[in-house]
């Protein structure tokens, strides 16, 4: 072996010892996605919904609130307004994290598949109570002479919702990552100060749907007003035809 071939192999050892190893993939990406955050010293599940810049736990009403990722170094941190969150991924959609506290917890986050198809809520559907009945076996209106659209019904596209009843009440609406939440504000057209906030879906199929909806009411009179949210378990909606 000859002097400059010697010298160029430890050229070459050299550098490739001063070459930076970068983990491959290790880019934060929670953006448009739900995961389950799982605590494990609690045994506690949560459903994480992640935006561009705000994520929502519907279970526990906290929606549309900030967040960021921080970087420091080859350190990610999950920022959930001002609590942090160290992050490791594991693989494409799942990462590891320890809970920064007075008390540290490990946690594992792990991206929730689509549970439903959004298409299938796309359409008309009634109560299941009100399927083949007559209006004469319900409470009359509570304004007279008032012509009511029976049976109540509702009608839901991409991106709005409308109650048709006694009149037509619409809001927008958000169907989350994994389509088993869907935020909305829609006023009850019969009682004043009720409010849909919030359906969680808990069986889709293209005639039936099963939802629990989390309802605000408000409690207006002349010495105090009061606000409480109140879950409604197992709606029953058949889809017309």
Request: positive net charge.
């Amino acid at each position: 072996m000859n002097k400059s071939t010697t010298i160029l192999i430890l050229f070459l050892i050299l550098a490739s010892c001063k070459k930076e190893i970068k983990p491959k993939n290790s880019v934060i990406e929670l953006k448009g996605k739900s995961f389950n955050l799982i605590a494990k010293s609690e045994l506690d599940t949560m459903i994480f919904d992640f935006n561009d810049s705000t994520y929502s736990v519907y279970e526990y009403s906290d929606r549309n609130l900030p967040y960021r990722i921080a970087n420091f170094n080859e350190s990610h941190f999950l920022v959930l307004d001002s609590r942090i969150i160290a992050l490791k991924k594991i693989n494409k959609d799942n990462y590891k994290g320890l809970f920064i506290g007075e008390k540290d917890t490990e946690i594992d986050l792990i991206k929730r598949e689509l549970k439903w198809k959004k298409n299938l809520l796309y359409g008309s559907w009634v109560e299941e109570k009100y399927v083949g009945t007559d209006s004469a076996n319900f409470p009359p209106p509570p304004i007279e002479k008032v012509k009511s659209n029976w049976p109540p019904i509702y009608i839901i596209s991409e991106n709005k919702i409308v109650f048709d009843f006694y009149k037509k009440s619409e809001s927008e609406i958000n169907i989350n990552h994994s389509a088993e939440f869907i935020t909305l504000n829609l006023n009850d057209p019969v009682e004043y100060g009720k409010i849909e906030k919030l359906w969680q879906i808990k069986f889709l199929s293209d005639s039936l749907m099963i939802v629990n909806k989390f309802i605000e009411e408000r409690n207006h009179n002349q010495k105090f007003q009061s606000t409480r949210e109140i879950e409604y378990g197992g709606i029953r909606l058949i889809k017309q035809r």
